[in-house]
């Protein structure tokens, strides 16, 4: 119990310094595109052309802002692109994989991306609307990122590592597609821009046939298209074939439509296709091909950057030793804290602890004691009423033993003298029937010896007759 109450209090010391948890709402189909995320694409305007009904929309947040938008294939277990901008290149990076519970169930009350392992058993149908962990484990795939989360400052990296961001990329061609994406936009596309705020970036890929185990789609390419919705404008496309981690293709947006889906427009307007900056694409074209011939980009702004970065480094080497002691010094404050609250939260703890205790068991003796003088009270008048229709019942069962008794005796002489009374009635009444029954006797017998004289003559009278015609000759009709 001690366990469970300072695990609670560490989490919401965490909820309280660290608000910022990451975050992804899948967007409704009566939305309108991508909701708060479509600040990510040029006149707040997403692409078109991406109809399919497992194309699934969510607008990746953290820390309650939207830092990117994903279009999330279910089919393919994938995303099939990310719009993003470029904020600023992180020195470091840690990965701290989510998934989204709301593409598998939409149902459920998570608003927010969460860790796999704290969804197990309370998500319905969890994987099958999108990669897991366990699909990449053991597969010779890593997780590539398609915004790669070292194109921001650490306050968005944990957006972007969610598995509606990534794709199955081997290690060579993750590393490749990180570097070159980062090299490009840092060093070709910002410097170009005139509004830096306003160069938009849709990363994507292109699904294939191949599975890894059976269910997440590896690309057959990855591609990245950029837009510089400022008065010099222009728009390009890049194209990585998975087969080659040391390709990449510059082509125009148009071009590269062409590859995606039937009907797609990546950008409104096509991002300035009318009245794009000449001088400004080829100066980009131009850098985008010294990146990849490994050749140093040189450019104004670039060289200001370098020289900048020649005092940054001065200045980090001579302030390393204070910076590092100031460190030093928060974290020994930080561990007191949290010493001196520890402390005083296990005293607190014990007094409180000890208090309530002692309350608690005042108060169920208490209740015990009300509880049982409550049922005394309430069993007297039950057991005094059940002790008077005992009672009642009682007497009324001999009141009817002595009535059936009595009836029983009075039956006896009554039933007698009635009988014998109506002997007489019953012996005159039975003349008439016996007389009646006697004629008809003495009328059945007189009848009886009538009918056997006629039948003794009947017989007597048809023997002589036929002794007759047996022998005296017949005489004729004349005789």
Request: hydrophobic residues 40%; contains cysteine; aromatic residues 10%.
């Amino acid at each position: 119990r001690e366990w469970t109450m300072r695990t609670s209090v560490v989490f919401l010391l965490c909820i309280s310094v660290f608000p910022g948890f990451s975050q992804g709402r899948v967007v409704r189909e009566d939305e309108t595109g991508f909701a708060e995320c479509n600040v990510f694409f040029p006149g707040q305007v997403p692409p078109e052309g991406f109809t399919e009904p497992f194309h699934v929309k969510i607008c990746q947040q953290y820390n309650k802002e939207p830092r990117f938008a994903t279009l999330y294939s279910t089919k393919d277990k994938i995303p099939l692109y990310s719009a993003f901008k470029f904020t600023k290149p992180a020195e470091s990076e840690e990965e701290n994989w989510l998934v989204e519970p709301q593409i598998d169930d939409p149902e459920n009350d998570l608003h927010e991306m969460v860790h796999e392992a704290d969804i197990i058993g309370t998500v319905a149908n969890l994987g099958a609307n999108q990669a897991l962990t366990s699909d990449y484990v053991g597969s010779g795939y890593e997780r590539g990122l398609l915004n790669p989360s070292l194109l921001h400052e650490e306050d968005f990296q944990m957006a972007t590592y969610t598995l509606t961001n990534a794709v199955p990329l081997s290690p060579a061609l993750s590393k490749s597609w990180h570097r070159d994406i980062r090299k490009i936009v840092e060093q070709a596309l910002i410097p170009h821009c005139s509004k830096k705020d306003h160069l938009y970036l849709l990363a994507g890929a292109i699904p294939s046939s191949v599975r890894v185990k059976g269910k997440v789609s590896v690309p057959e390419s990855l591609w990245l298209a950029a837009c510089c919705d400022a008065p010099e404008g222009w728009s390009l496309g890049l194209v990585k074939k998975v087969n080659d981690e040391n390709s990449l293709a510059d082509l125009t947006v148009g071009e590269l439509e062409k590859q995606l889906l039937a009907e797609v427009h990546l950008f409104k307007g096509s991002c300035g296709k009318d009245k794009q900056y000449q001088e400004k694409r080829e100066a980009v074209l131009q850098a985008v091909s010294q990146i990849r011939s490994g050749e140093q980009v040189e450019t104004t702004d670039n060289q200001e950057t370098k020289d900048s970065g020649w005092v940054r480094k001065v200045a980090g080497i001579i302030a390393t030793p204070f910076i590092k002691l100031l460190e030093l010094l928060i974290y020994v404050f930080v561990e007191l804290v949290k010493f001196v609250f520890y402390f005083l939260w296990l005293v607190v703890k014990r007094v409180c602890g000890t208090v309530l205790d002692g309350l608690y068991s005042l108060w169920s003796g208490l209740v015990s004691y009300l509880k049982a003088i409550s049922m005394v009270l309430i069993s007297i008048p039950y057991d005094v009423g059940r002790v008077i229709v005992n009672i009642f019942l009682g007497f009324l069962q001999i009141v009817q033993d002595v009535m059936s008794l009595t009836y029983r005796i009075l039956s006896i002489p009554v039933g007698f003298v009635l009988h014998l009374a109506a002997f007489p009635y019953h012996s005159i009444c039975a003349i008439p029937s016996v007389l009646k029954d006697i004629a008809t006797g003495l009328g059945g017998t007189f009848s009886l010896v009538i009918d056997a004289t006629v039948a003794v003559l009947h017989g007597f009278y048809y023997l002589a007759a036929h002794i007759v015609k047996r022998f005296v000759p017949k005489g004729s009709s004349d005789d």
